[in-house]
T-cell receptor, first 114, second 115 residues
């Protein structure tokens, strides 16, 4: 079975500072990895995904994430955040060959301060 | 370009009432699923479907029923609402990796309160 751990429930950061949101997963099989963002009172929007190939994945809004198989991690990074990045971020995994089930972490609330 | 559409957006139920949350997608996706979102717990899978006529249980199926008579629609039924079912419900659809897209598309959510 898969499980996803997001170590930080809240991350406060000042505008234009770099940020890293951490995600670790456990799985006995190969997985696909995703980061979703949820703005207040909205649904989830895909930021980026790792399916195969290069371990550094670039997404929308200047975000990127690096897949580390040995550490079973998929941390999300942005070199310079904006006020508009304030949202909740979810890491998710799905089993290879099966997009029926997504397993989500508990979420990290990013609060960007001016 | 509607994507995944959920109705209603908000609903208040009394304990014991039943209701159906509607979900429709116009992307011809095979896979559809329902999640509930509770504070500090992320999203948890309730039920999912791999195609018309085929459904299965997720992590937290108790108190919910689903059916899938068409590719487009995947309604979620609450048989007898309980306060523990107060949550935000999300419907999602995905192509599966054969489609090469490999992601889930989410609706805007239904905020349900059971009193």
């Amino acid at each position: 079975a898969q499980s996803v751990t997001q170590l930080d429930s809240q991350v406060p950061v000042f505008e234009e500072a770099p940020v890293e949101l951490r995600c670790n997963y456990s799985s006995s099989v190969s997985v696909y990895l995703f980061w979703y963002v949820q703005y207040p009172n909205q649904g989830l929007q895909l930021l980026l995904k790792y399916l195969s190939g290069s371990t550094l994945v670039k997404g929308i809004n200047g975000f990127e994430a690096e897949f580390n198989k040995s550490q079973t991690s998929f941390h999300l990074r942005k070199p310079s955040v904006h006020i508009s990045d304030t949202a909740e971020y979810f890491c998710a995994v799905s089993k290879r060959g099966n997009f029926n089930k997504f397993y989500f972490g508990s979420g990290t609330k990013l609060n960007v301060k001016p | 370009n509607a994507g995944v559409t959920q109705t209603p957006k908000f609903q208040v139920l009394k304990t014991g009432q039943s209701m159906t949350l509607q979900c429709a997608q116009d992307m011809n996706h095979e896979y559809m699923s329902w999640y509930r979102q509770d504070p500090g717990m992320g999203l948890r899978l309730i039920h999912y479907s791999v195609g018309a006529g085929i459904t299965d249980q997720g992590e937290v199926p108790n108190g919910y029923n689903v059916s899938r008579s068409t590719t487009e629609d995947f309604p979620l039924r609450l048989l007898s609402a309980a306060p523990s079912q107060t949550s935000v419900y999300f419907c999602a659809s995905s192509t599966g990796d054969r489609g090469g897209v490999g992601e889930a598309f989410f609706g805007q959510g239904t905020r349900l309160t059971v009193v």
